[in-house]
């Protein structure tokens, strides 16, 4: 007799879920150092160097 239900292979479905929650976290740090950076930009030390050379 078959299974009509499908079975999965635990560790496929365990690497998956590793992989996408790397995934998720590379995105979440690359999400925070954007929002960072556009933090920073509008503060003195976001500013380039040369801006204060003419003061």
């Known amino acids: 007799m078959t299974d009509l239900v ?3 292979d635990n560790s ?11 995934a998720l976290n590379n995105t979440a740090k690359a999400t925070n ?5 556009l933090a920073a930009e509008s503060t003195v030390a976001g500013r380039p160097r040369h801006t204060f050379q003419s003061v």
Do not use: E, Q
């Open 12 to 22: 496929s479905i365990s690497s998956a879920m590793t992989r996408n929650a790397i």
């Open 6 to 8: 499908p079975r999965y």
């Open 33 to 37: 150092d954007t929002a960072h950076n």
